[in-house]
């Protein structure tokens, strides 16, 4: 059973900068792919970022250039979110995969809620 924890969420003003962990547990082979999707209230959800083995990544057109996503070992991701802006608001996902980036992560963590004021 794996399990994905995230946290560092908060509120924040536009222009601040917040660091996302992700600690995951319980998978014994390796996550090939550990990631970031994110909701916003009444919106479906969306990736975020996400990082493979191999070192390579993806990013939204909406956070390229602002956010920036590295990994620790197997199972644990960061999120370094700098000049957050409001349309950032919203519960973000630690995501996990055996598959080199999927279209749709097979694990998910509870999400860690991030808000950013005007």
């Known amino acids: 059973q794996v399990r994905l924890v995230e946290s560092g969420g908060g509120l924040v003003q536009s222009g601040a900068s917040l660091r996302l962990s992700c600690q995951g547990s319980?998978?014994?082979?390796?996550?090939?792919?550990m990631g970031w999707y994110r909701q916003a209230r009444g919106n479906q959800r969306d990736m975020v970022a996400s990082?493979?083995?191999?070192?390579?990544t993806r990013y939204s057109d909406a956070v390229k250039g602002r956010f920036t996503i590295s990994r620790h070992a197997n199972l644990t991701v960061f999120l370094q979110m700098n000049s957050l802006k409001v349309e950032d608001t919203a519960t973000y996902y630690c995501?996990?995969?055996?598959?080199?980036?999927?279209?749709?992560?097979?694990?998910w963590g509870r999400g860690t809620q991030v808000t950013v004021s005007s």
């Open positions: 990082v493979a083995t191999d070192g390579s």
């Open positions: 319980g998978y014994g082979r390796s996550l090939i792919t």
């Open positions: 995501t996990g995969d055996p598959k080199k980036h999927p279209s749709y992560p097979g694990f």
